[in-house]
């Protein structure tokens, strides 16, 4: 019997397009898929990446020797070879704990803390324990496509708030509030922003505390890109602002450290009240993991060595190469006119841009612009459709900067070559 990932690599490349420009349950990797299948392959030249989240394949962002020596003494020590307890290892815990309590104004206890294999599976456990029948949750417009892949899957009404691009892609509490009744039950805030690139101030941040409080929302806080910030602003906690309404942050090992594949997340209450703690809402999400996977235990073993003895030089020479990277896709996208960048990312490593297809020939939307794009130049990008934006893009600066200017006159000479006469 055929899989459904077979009969996609087989659609016909109308369907193709019309698959990547649709946001229902598609998921980015399942849209990356189409995209690389559009390749060319008598093209010799090497593919540009800039539409993955994953930074591990170029030598500037390799993980700390620290967190591999860790990883390797616990594999070697055939002492984490058996299954880890349903929350995840207790010191693992309460070293993530700590790590967390650095950021924010009280004590996060190992109980708080739940290992989730990978961020995705902690949107998995957040979402399933809020899906009863007629409530909704409120997702940034653009977002993270898992999360209204997982959302169409539990049967949880979505209803997508307003950033706003000129404002930094600060979130408009006016949508919130008008999207919210009686059946809403979170608000999810990313930050720093994937796929805007965004870091919210600590202001604006509390400014959402305060909303969610007066609506009645439990806030649920995706940090995965935390501490990954090279503007203006500096990464601030959501759990900051926990004793104003309970958060649920959401984080991995998988961006600050560069192993997305390690697959080792958590899932935290930051709820000074404890109010969380003692919800219906946090039984359904323990009765969740207690049937679910868990990270691999000798991964567990290893997070409290890696954090302790990751040291600050690593963390500042990523942030090094993701600023120079940001500056150079900044810049670089100036010089292609149908393209509009509103902000500089100040965090992250995405830019999200808009696309005016009336300036190019035979480019109908986003998707048709990445499917030709890619098959042109073998350059790939995110079709802003994905993440809630129809004709706008999300790119990936995470490259090599000699590989991301690389793609980027690949891009500017596709946009050339494709440009209507003036």
């Given at each position: 019997m055929?899989?459904?990932?077979?009969?996609?690599?087989?659609?016909?490349?109308?369907?193709?397009?019309?698959?990547?420009?649709?946001?229902?349950?598609?998921?980015?990797?399942?849209?990356?898929?189409?995209?690389?299948?559009?390749i060319?392959?008598?093209?010799?030249?090497?593919?540009?990446?800039?539409?993955?989240g994953?930074?591990?394949?170029?030598?500037?962002?390799?993980?700390?020797?620290?967190?591999?020596?860790?990883v390797?003494?616990?594999?070697?020590?055939?002492?984490?070879?058996?299954?880890?307890?349903?929350?995840?290892?207790?010191?693992?815990?309460?070293?993530?704990a700590?790590?967390?309590?650095?950021?924010?104004?009280?004590?996060?206890?190992?109980d708080?803390?739940?290992?989730?294999?990978?961020?995705?599976?902690?949107?998995?456990?957040?979402?399933?324990?809020?899906?009863?029948?007629?409530?909704n949750?409120?997702?940034?417009?653009?977002?993270?496509?898992?999360?209204?892949?997982?959302?169409?899957y539990?049967g949880?009404?979505v209803?997508k708030?307003?950033?706003?691009?000129?404002?930094g892609?600060?979130?408009d509490?006016?949508?919130?509030?008008?999207?919210?009744?009686?059946?809403?039950?979170?608000?999810?805030?990313?930050?720093?922003?994937n796929?805007?690139?965004?870091?919210?101030?600590?202001?604006?941040?509390?400014?959402?505390?305060?909303?969610?409080?007066?609506?009645?929302?439990?806030v649920?806080?995706?940090?995965?890109?935390?501490?990954?910030?090279?503007?203006?602003?500096?990464?601030?906690?959501?759990?900051?602002?926990?004793s104003i309404?309970?958060?649920?942050?959401?984080?991995?090992?998988?961006?600050?450290?560069?192993?997305p594949?390690w697959?080792?997340?958590?899932?935290?209450t930051?709820?000074?009240?404890?109010?969380?703690?003692?919800?219906?809402f946090?039984?359904?999400v323990?009765?969740?993991i207690?049937?679910?996977?868990?990270?691999?235990?000798?991964?567990?073993?290893?997070?409290?060595?890696?954090?302790?003895?990751?040291?600050?030089?690593?963390?500042?020479?990523?942030?090094n190469?993701?600023?120079?990277?940001?500056?150079?896709?900044?810049?670089k996208?100036?010089e292609?006119?149908?393209?509009?960048?509103?902000?500089?990312?100040?965090?992250?490593?995405?830019?999200?841009?808009?696309?005016?297809?009336?300036?190019?020939n035979?480019?109908?939307?986003?998707?048709?612009?990445?499917?030709?794009?890619?098959?042109?130049?073998?350059v790939?990008?995110?079709?802003?459709?994905?993440?809630?934006?129809?004709?706008?893009?999300?790119i990936?600066?995470?490259?090599?900067?000699?590989?991301?200017?690389?793609?980027?006159e690949?891009?500017?000479?596709?946009?050339q070559?494709?440009?209507?006469?003036?």
């Amino acid at each position: 019997m055929e899989n459904n990932g077979s009969k996609l690599w087989r659609l016909n490349k109308e369907e193709k397009k019309e698959e990547v420009k649709s946001g229902k349950a598609l998921t980015i990797r399942i849209a990356l898929s189409l995209l690389f299948g559009n390749i060319d392959s008598n093209d010799e030249r090497q593919v540009v990446p800039m539409g993955h989240g994953d930074p591990s394949p170029f030598n500037c962002f390799r993980t700390s020797v620290a967190a591999e020596d860790a990883v390797v003494d616990t594999l070697r020590s055939a002492t984490f070879n058996g299954y880890a307890p349903f929350y995840g290892q207790p010191p693992a815990r309460e070293a993530i704990a700590e790590y967390i309590s650095k950021d924010v104004p009280y004590k996060v206890s190992r109980d708080d803390v739940y290992l989730t294999l990978g961020c995705k599976h902690g949107i998995q456990i957040a979402l399933t324990g809020l899906s009863t029948p007629g409530c909704n949750i409120l997702l940034p417009r653009p977002t993270f496509a898992m999360y209204d892949a997982v959302a169409a899957y539990t049967g949880l009404e979505v209803r997508k708030y307003h950033l706003i691009p000129e404002n930094g892609w600060e979130i408009d509490i006016n949508s919130v509030e008008a999207l919210t009744d009686n059946n809403t039950v979170a608000i999810v805030v990313i930050n720093p922003g994937n796929p805007s690139g965004s870091v919210y101030t600590r202001q604006h941040l509390q400014k959402v505390a305060e909303t969610a409080r007066k609506l009645g929302l439990l806030v649920i806080s995706d940090e995965v890109y935390e501490h990954i910030t090279f503007g203006n602003n500096p990464f601030v906690r959501m759990g900051e602002f926990a004793s104003i309404v309970p958060v649920l942050t959401l984080g991995s090992f998988s961006k600050r450290w560069l192993v997305p594949g390690w697959r080792l997340g958590w899932l935290v209450t930051t709820d000074p009240t404890g109010f969380l703690q003692k919800s219906q809402f946090m039984e359904r999400v323990k009765e969740f993991i207690s049937i679910s996977p868990e990270p691999p235990t000798f991964i567990q073993a290893a997070v409290p060595e890696i954090i302790e003895k990751t040291e600050e030089e690593f963390f500042s020479k990523c942030i090094n190469v993701l600023g120079q990277d940001a500056d150079i896709i900044f810049e670089k996208l100036k010089e292609i006119p149908c393209i509009t960048c509103p902000n500089k990312p100040e965090g992250s490593m995405f830019i999200m841009v808009k696309l005016n297809v009336s300036m190019l020939n035979d480019i109908q939307d986003d998707a048709d612009f990445c499917l030709k794009l890619a098959k042109q130049e073998k350059v790939i990008i995110l079709p802003g459709s994905t993440v809630g934006m129809e004709n706008w893009i999300r790119i990936t600066f995470a490259l090599e900067p000699s590989i991301l200017e690389e793609g980027l006159e690949r891009m500017k000479a596709f946009c050339q070559r494709n440009a209507k006469a003036l």
